[in-house]
C-alpha cells in the first residue's frame, strides 16, 4: 500500500518549529522518508537510527539526512528499529562527554 503521510508537510513543520521527528518502524521505507524530508530538511539534518532500542543487543547509527539509506544499509540495520531525526541529536552527543570538558 502506498504511504500516506505528507513527510513534506512533516519537514516543513519540523524545520519552521524545530521539532524532533520520531519514526518508529520506518527502516524499510527509509529512502522514500528520506527523498521526501530533504525536501524541507537540510542534508546535514542529524540522524539517528535505533534497532532493538532499550535491549541488550541495542545497536545504532548516527548520521545524517542525506546519508540515512545509506548508513543504514551500510550498519545492517533493519527492522524493529526507531528513526530519529533532528537538532536534538546534538545535545545527545554533547552529553555523552567527559564531565571534565564541561569543568566539573
Known sequence: PQDPTDWRALAATARDARLTLVIYMGVAGASHIQAELLHGLPGDTPVAVIQHASLPHQRHVATTL???????????LGSPS???????LHGLAAAALPAARFGT
Open 66 to 76: 542525506a546519508r540515512l539509506g545509506v548508513s543504514i544499509v551500510q550498519a545492517g
Open 82 to 88: 526507531i528513526i530519529v531525526v533532528g537538532d536534538v
